[in-house]
């Protein structure tokens, strides 16, 4: 094969690539600027992790406003010795997105499971003690089976639970959308007003005790009722237990 002779080099071309040497070269005295991570960016537009969808005047600020921690709530971190206890770091998926519930509407859904749970140990312990409310149709010894038996009989009286049911979570519903958004003006979470007794406390001090033994007590109920109906369903899982 035959090869070529290249082209002798020009002046021109000569003076052309010095003089695009210094192009290559990293210019002195300059520094590139240190990447903060993405997360820090964000958090200074507010406190999401990032900004909302919605746009500035039609729920931006309402959605991205300043909210209260958990830990500014009665028993966040009373069994943790003064640590809230949120180890999935649950009451922080709202800065993630609106989607998901703040802190406050997490307490209000913990504080109401806390009082089925604790009304349903009483309602266990008292049909198990062969205590039942008068009438043939409410006469059953067994608790799991109590609604079940309840409808078979009347279904009718199913009903009028279920309608009662409604009524009160329609009537305890109020503000409850606003919490989803850590909004709390119109009331706070787990608050009904619903005290004919008489028994929340006027100071501060005090009603802040009395909402802990709440909370506490709905906690351990959670617990027993949850302990009770595994050893119902899988009988021997729960030593000890006196509830079949």
């Known amino acids: 094969p035959s090869y070529r002779a290249a082209a002798p080099h020009t002046e ?6 010095v003089a695009s040497a210094p192009a290559f070269v990293p ?3 300059l ?13 200074a537009e507010g406190p999401m992790y990032d900004a909302p969808l919605a746009p500035s005047g039609m729920g931006a600020e309402f959605i991205n406003a300043e909210r209260a921690p958990i830990s500014s709530y009665v028993g966040a971190s ?24 703040d802190a406050a509407f997490l307490r209000e859904a913990e504080l109401k499971h806390c009082r089925l749970a604790m009304l349903a140990f009483a ?12 009438g043939e149709i409410w006469a059953v010894d067994d608790w799991s089976a109590a609604l079940s038996t309840v409808q078979a009989k009347n279904p009718a009286a199913l009903g009028q639970i279920f309608a009662g049911i409604g009524i009160i979570e329609g009537y305890t519903s109020k503000g409850v959308f606003d919490m989803w958004f850590g909004k709390t003006t119109v009331r706070a979470p787990g608050k009904l007003g619903f005290d004919p007794l008489g028994l929340m406390p006027k100071d501060k001090e005090g009603a802040a005790k009395m909402e802990l033994s709440e909370l ?3 906690r351990m109920a959670m617990i027993a009722v949850a302990g009770i109906a595994c050893n119902h369903y899988i009988p021997g899982s729960v030593p000890g237990c006196p509830f079949p």
């Open 31 to 43: 520094v590139a600027p240190a990447m903060q991570p993405l997360t820090q960016i964000r958090m």
């Open 216 to 218: 506490k007590n709905g």
């Open 123 to 134: 309602g266990i312990i008292h049909t198990s003690a062969g205590f039942h409310i008068p």
């Open 27 to 29: 210019p002195t005295g």
């Open 12 to 17: 021109a071309d000569m003076l052309s690539l």
């Open 78 to 101: 009373w069994e943790a010795g003064d640590v809230v206890y949120d180890p999935l770091d649950l009451c922080e998926l709202w800065k993630v997105s609106a989607n998901n519930p």
